[in-house]
């Protein structure tokens, strides 16, 4: 049975990828090129979970186009973004999937793109060089205003932000996060900026914060309606 996604909304889906018992259903609806990918894995823990991972996505997908899960179209853009092809069928769909450890997240919404990253809270050596990296002038004031615990929040605050807003225009790393700004604004709600030759300049994404669970992090940013 299909599931419906109205226009407007955004439907998440968390869980654990060692908990699902359905390797080798999963393995079944993977594309030739997923299965070569997840024989390569170094472990069978990776293993396992990249086939949980892409299976779990690719069944997802198929109730939402009411589809078989194997006959999709999965495609990547050039830095890795990946999206639906030949589904004229139906409405677009903008997803995206993160993991981390055996933790997973996806996010759908129609005829926008949207981009996902969630991360473990923990604090780490080296925090304050990496903030003077990769955070905007913006970002690195919000960072050091912050105090103790605040501190370690707020620095994935903005980083899952960044990561989020990356994927979703399907840029990724390859862009250079010290001209982007995710600061903080009013309601929770961190609207973007990016610098160009012009200065900075607002773009119309939203990026928005949650937990999926407990000790995680997530950074969600939702572009505008796809014309």
């Not at 779990?56 to 973004?81: E, F, M, V, W």
Request: charged share 25%.
């Amino acid at each position: 049975m299909a599931s419906t996604l109205a226009h407007g909304d955004i439907h998440l889906w968390c869980g654990s990828l060692d908990r699902l018992p359905v390797q080798k259903r999963f393995e079944e609806c993977l594309s030739p090129a997923e299965r070569s990918r997840a024989e390569r894995m170094s472990s069978a823990e990776l293993k396992g979970r990249f086939v949980v991972s892409h299976g779990l996505l690719r069944a997802i997908l198929g109730l939402y186009c009411d589809t078989d899960p194997g006959s999709l179209n999965l495609q990547y853009g050039r830095y890795g973004k990946p999206f639906l092809a030949d589904t004229k069928e139906v409405d677009h769909i903008g997803f995206s999937v993160s993991h981390c450890g055996s933790s997973l997240a996806l996010a759908l919404i129609r005829e926008r793109d949207i981009g996902l990253d969630i991360e473990a809270i923990r604090s780490f050596s080296g925090m304050a060089k990496f903030v003077e990296r990769f955070f905007s002038k913006d970002e690195r004031e919000e960072f050091q205003s912050s105090k103790g615990d605040h501190r370690t929040r707020a620095f994935f605050e903005t980083w899952t932000g960044k990561e989020a807003y990356v994927k979703g225009t399907g840029e990724g790393l390859a862009k250079n996060l010290r001209r982007i700004s995710v600061a903080q604004g009013s309601g929770g709600i961190r609207k973007v900026r990016v610098f160009s030759r012009r200065g900075w300049n607002p773009v119309p994404w939203t990026v928005y914060n949650f937990e999926p669970e407990v000790g995680l992090l997530a950074g969600l940013a939702v572009g505008p309606l796809l014309l």
